[in-house]
């Protein structure tokens, strides 16, 4: 029963920021689960971008975002962030969050095979 639902999309200029919010609904309590965030553009797979652990003490990301983008979580919110700043346009793409059950370790956290629920989708469009 966990849903997740993503908001905070939509169309800005590059260097640009965007902050993506990931609600939890329902009965699913986050912090009970390591999130990530993962992103699909047209033509492409989709691919890892940042996560999050379980505590927060742990984030990862993907080369291409390191240093732009941060990862958050708050669990009394029941919600996890995406800060995007310095937006280019090969940052256009649906954004997804992803929760995982059993995801302690780095590699099982860049996985998107690992995560058990995912979100619709946001989407992110940066113009040049």
């Known amino acids: 029963q966990v849903r997740l639902v993503e908001s905070g999309g939509g169309l800005v200029q590059a260097g640009g920021s965007l902050r993506l919010s990931c609600a939890a609904s329902?009965?699913?309590?986050?912090?009970?689960?390591?999130m990530g965030w993962f992103r699909q553009a047209p033509g492409k797979e989709r691919e890892f971008v940042a996560a999050i652990s379980w505590s927060g003490s742990n984030t990862y990301y993907v080369d291409s975002v390191k240093g732009r983008f941060t990862i958050s979580r708050d669990n009394a919110k029941n919600t996890v962030y995406l800060q995007m700043n310095s937006l280019e346009s090969e940052d256009t793409a649906v954004y997804h969050c992803?929760?995982?059950?059993?995801?302690?370790?780095?590699?099982?956290?860049?996985?998107?095979?690992?995560?058990?629920?995912w979100g619709q989708g946001t989407q992110v469009t940066v113009s040049s």
């Open positions: 992803a929760a995982c059950e059993y995801c302690s370790s780095r590699d099982y956290l860049t996985s998107l095979r690992r995560y058990n629920y």
């Open positions: 329902g009965r699913t309590v986050i912090s009970n689960y390591a």
